[in-house]
């Protein structure tokens, strides 16, 4: 999930590597976390809602999406949830270990709630991901998939929550551009 908080701080100078780095080290590695995808309408009434347990060990993910009763459901990996707007890129944030990189020139220097970002521009195939990342912390703020130099998708974080001795966002928020409506994934336990 987005770490908004880092343990230290990166040079106002560094590289889209550095950052990416940053971020990665942001990422536990083995990890289990359970939470809630709560698919909202324009208005803000919950359409439909779903637990997940996302599982990370020995650089192998595991996502489980389970209905109201707790039954495990079935859904695509390269697709939005059950009709969500998110996918499984929003919950595991694989794309920041894709190898194509580079800062997006025409966007430096924007910022994020406040912080000054580095924005860069992440790459896989047909699929392309735009990052902010705070330039003092290293931080993940907000992410973009974007298709045709147009956004399609975009993630960020609205609430940050102290889990042992890890800072991360506990509530995030994501939407399909133009749907009319945005789901809002939740991290309720970390283990």
Known sequence: M???IASFMIATNAT????VASCRTMVPADVELDGRIILRNRKGFTQAEYG????????????????GAGEAVAFEKDGR?????VTWSDITLDYLWWDDFSFDAE???????GQKCAVIVMKKGDRAVRVWVDRKTGALMQAEEFASGRPVRRLWGTRIK???DRWMANVMEV???GSGHR???TVEELK
Request: aromatic share 4%; no cysteine.
């Open 2 to 4: 987005i770490a908004l």
């Open 162 to 164: 102290k889990f042992g």
């Open 81 to 85: 949830i059950l009709g969500t707007d």
């Open 52 to 67: 997940y347990t996302l599982t990370r060990k020995g650089g192998e993910t595991d996502l489980v999406v389970r209905d």
């Open 175 to 177: 939407e399909t551009l």
């Open 107 to 113: 966007r430096e220097a924007e910022s994020v709630h």
């Open 16 to 19: 889209p590597a550095e950052l």
């Open 183 to 185: 789901t809002k994934i």
